[in-house]
């Protein structure tokens, strides 16, 4: 699976931002995309997942101004970001998770795109 992500760049704080991200390669297994971050000095967190079926879960530090959205027939994900704020400056990276199962068991993997840069300026 390989994830290209679009979209980051510089904004104002209380400014949106939307980002982009397609899959492509072999595969038909996708179960959930999403949205990690990595701001500088700290460890990857999760932003948004949006599994194939049930809830889009979202970091409490984004409710309510990020929506995360997907294209399933097309293997793409989306994060709108309103009222942007300087500590949601980061380094964005697409995330898809594939579960199979075959005659050895079941798997999960995930997948990581190179990452898009959010810079909100105060």
């Known amino acids: 699976v390989q994830l290209q992500a679009s979209g980051g760049g510089l904004v104002q704080a209380g400014g949106s931002l939307r980002l982009s991200c397609a899959a492509s390669?072999?595969?038909?297994?996708?179960?959930?995309m999403g949205w990690y971050r990595q701001a500088l000095g700290t460890a990857r967190e999760l932003v948004a997942r949006?599994?194939?079926?049930?809830?889009?879960t979202y970091a409490d530090s984004v409710k309510g101004r990020f929506t995360a959205s997907r294209d399933i027939a097309e293997n793409t994900v989306y994060l709108q970001m309103n009222s942007l704020k300087p500590e949601d400056t980061a380094v964005y990276y697409c995330?898809?998770?594939?579960?199979?199962?075959?005659?050895?068991?079941?798997?999960?993997?995930?997948?990581y795109g190179q990452g898009t840069l959010v810079t909100v300026s105060s």
């Open positions: 995330n898809a998770e594939r579960e199979w199962s075959d005659d050895v068991g079941y798997h999960k993997m995930k997948y």
């Open positions: 390669g072999t595969f038909s297994d996708i179960s959930a």
């Open positions: 949006v599994p194939n079926i049930g809830t889009t």
